[in-house]
């Protein structure tokens, strides 16, 4: 196009932009109508209170960002045909859609078609934006051989645009790899291997948000949940699913999903290795199922005049039924209390010749022999009181001597309810729980940074997607915790899915190649088997540094990354982290922690997973490895957390496997004109 006819073909996209604002302006305004005299048309109270949930969740749904493109794309289609592609779908008066959204069948093909394979598009069209304002656009005649994939100037501009703030969506930049498990299938189960920057999350969370638009009802009644690996994570991915229009979604740790009980105390690591041990599900469910008794003799009911009588026969055969029909503890009780009161009610009807009603049987199952005999046979158990007996006097001989005598309380507390709880009791109470009682079950359940589940932990996850499937996201190589996984489908296993597709995902968009190839020189310490990863980013910095003294050289480092647009991440040894924050405070640098939205944040290693910074410095690689026994691994996470410039500040030596690497010398990558 000549200058004068792109500029007015600009204009006209600038006009469609603000005309599809107005247009999901009106829907809101209609729907905010409908929600203020929803009350009034409600035929009862209950209907009133499902319709004003339902209203409120439209009108959040179509919340309008205006510093957010509305749409990021355009398809032409060989049919004439012409849509624009966008974060949700806004119709014009008339019902005509002027933005489609992006998880509509036809938007599938602006992220899957190509020159070899066309799909009908004769032209796809990438608009630049700068905030909420449309400046630029980018053709790809398809139907011409016209590609340009990720030498496209907008895509990469997207991808690197600086991260200031909690996590965005990729809506704009989703590759053909991503696409295809983002659009999998809601019955289908997946395990995404992914390397650092190959937006494994980003994956996870719009995978989410597209099963919600193509089985809405289905998953809003069942639920989605999502499980990140603590809070500062959970805050850092917190407006991507509103922004795509999904507000019913349930955002929790493993830790606040099993929160019955308060955490009051810390496990020594041995006693915390064995809790945490898939074989204590086997100990708590023999010590729960072996509180049930052979009964010992009749049972004899008064009942007025009469005094009904059940044989013992009669009631071990009640209970061998009921102990062979497998039913959580719980319901185990009920159903025997149930029998026993059947067989009362026979003989009440065969002495009168009719049948007794509810209320009599109510009063028969809670008759003092009948509870008695339950007690005697099946006696009722809290989680908590299992977990507390079973620590008291840890005696399955499924655990070794020194097993059972690291997880024994040395003085136990007098009762369940004064114990002082560790995280690893949690789970083995939230274990127990599902013993004595069925768990809802969520519809669909994203785990991230899942390779740091204990076999415990998935097990807890299970029991809430025991009906659903699991969208599952880790990185072996990024396993912290003692009992990190090395394989993934033993974690699958223990996630009650051991059949779901594992996918890698190798090619990073975010994570300049210059710092991946500084992480890479790890990966033969981890005692994994993962493919290096691999960055189609030229660009980007590093620099490592020997300096006297880390708290001045930090504040030097972090007034000098200030200068650059981005988000700043200090990121050091736990220990360490009070010092570096209170040196910056004292220098006027005004810093926030994991759960702030400061540009510059000072995080403790152990919270930096998953997490993203446009320039990350790391201080003193050794006390990071030598703060915990897979330190080398939380070294690997912490250098992958640079998305465009990382500098490594240390006064001790370097670890040997990162060892000659360039000093006091920055290394820029070369942007490459076909890379991101």
């Known amino acids: 196009m000549t200058v004068p006819a792109l500029e007015t073909e600009l204009d006209s996209e600038r006009a469609h932009l603000a005309a599809s604002r107005a247009a999901l302006r009106r829907m809101r305004e209609r729907a905010e109508a409908l929600f203020a005299t929803g009350d009034g048309v409600a035929g009862d109270a209950y209907s009133a209170e499902t319709l004003g949930r339902t209203l409120s969740r439209r009108v959040a749904e179509l919340a309008d960002n205006p510093n957010t493109p509305l749409f990021f794309g355009r398809l032409d289609f060989t049919t004439d045909e012409r849509y624009h592609v966008g974060r949700r779908h806004v119709t014009d008066d008339s019902g005509e859609p002027m933005v489609l959204d992006w998880r509509a069948p036809i938007s599938r093909a602006f992220y899957r078609a190509s020159a070899g394979d066309p799909q009908d598009v004769a032209v796809r069209r990438r608009f630049g934006f700068s905030g909420g304002e449309l400046t630029s656009f980018e053709d790809e005649h398809l139907d011409r051989g016209e590609e340009l994939g990720t030498a496209s100037r907008i895509l990469t501009a997207e991808i690197e645009r600086p991260r200031v703030g909690p996590m965005r ?152 039924e009921v102990r062979g029909e497998a039913p959580p503890y719980g319901i185990g009780r009920e159903r025997v209390r149930a029998r026993v009161v059947a067989l009362l009610v026979r003989q009440a009807e065969h002495t009168s010749g009719e049948s007794p009603g509810e209320t009599w049987q109510r009063r028969m199952g809670k008759a003092k022999p009948v509870t008695e005999f339950l007690d005697a046979v099946w006696p009722a158990v809290t989680p908590e009181q299992l977990v507390f007996d079973v620590l008291c006097a840890p005696s399955d001989e499924l655990l070794s001597e020194a097993e059972r005598d690291a997880i024994r309380w040395a003085k136990p507390p007098r009762t369940a309810r004064s114990a002082r709880w560790t995280a690893a009791d949690a789970v083995l109470i939230d274990e ?39 969208t599952l996201l880790g990185d072996l190589a990024q396993g912290t915790a003692p009992w990190a996984a090395r394989d993934w489908r033993e974690t699958l296993a223990h996630l009650g899915k051991p059949d779901a597709r594992v996918v890698p995902l190798r090619t990073g968009f975010r994570v300049p190649e210059v710092v991946l190839e500084l992480a890479n020189r790890l990966l033969p310490a981890l005692g994994v088997d993962v493919p290096e990863a691999v960055s189609l980013r030229r660009d980007g910095a590093l620099r490592v540094r020997e300096v006297a003294d880390l708290e001045t050289a930090t504040v030097a480092a972090v007034r000098e990354a200030c200068d650059v647009d981005g ?18 405070s004292a220098a006027g640098v005004d810093a926030g922690g994991p759960d702030d939205d400061e540009r510059v944040t000072v995080m403790p290693a152990s919270l930096a997973k998953g997490l993203e910074y446009d320039h990350v410095i790391v201080v003193e690689p050794a006390d990071i490895v030598a703060a915990e026994p897979r330190g080398l691994h939380r070294l690997y996470v912490v250098l992958t957390r640079a998305v465009s410039r990382l500098d490594v500040l240390h006064h001790a030596s370097l670890p040997a496997a990162v060892t000659g690497c360039v000093h006091d010398e920055e290394i820029h990558g070369s942007r490459s004109t076909h890379g991101i």
């Open 567 to 584: 988000s700043v991440g200090v990121i050091a040894a736990d220990a360490t982290v009070p010092r570096l924050a209170a040196a910056l």
């Open 432 to 470: 127990a729980a599902g013993l004595v009682d069925r768990v809802p079950s969520f519809g669909h359940v994203v785990i991230d940074e899942a390779q740091d589940l204990s076999p415990m932990q998935c097990r807890a996850i299970a029991r809430r997607s025991e009906h659903g499937s699991i």
């Open 169 to 320: 969506d990729i809506v704009a930049t989703i590759q053909p790899e991503q696409d295809e498990l983002v659009r999998a299938e809601l019955d289908e189960s997946i395990c995404v291997q992914g390397a650092p920057g190959t937006g494994k999350t980003a994956v996870g969370l719009h995978r989410a948000a597209y099963l919600l638009y193509l089985h809405r009802e289905r998953l809003r009644r069942a639920g989605v949940l999502i499980v990140g690996p603590n809070r500062a994570f959970l805050h850092y991915i917190a407006a991507v699913l509103p922004a795509l229009g999904e507000v019913d979604v349930t955002q929790t740790t493993v830790d606040d999903l099993v929160a019955r009980v308060p955490v009051r105390a810390v496990d020594t690591p041995e006693a915390a290795a064995v809790k945490q041990d898939a074989r204590m599900a086997a100990v708590l469910a023999t010590a729960l199922h072996g509180r049930i008794r052979e009964p010992g003799g009749p049972l004899m009911v008064p009942d007025g005049s009469y005094r009904w009588r059940i044989s013992t026969d009669a009631l071990r055969r009640i209970v061998g």
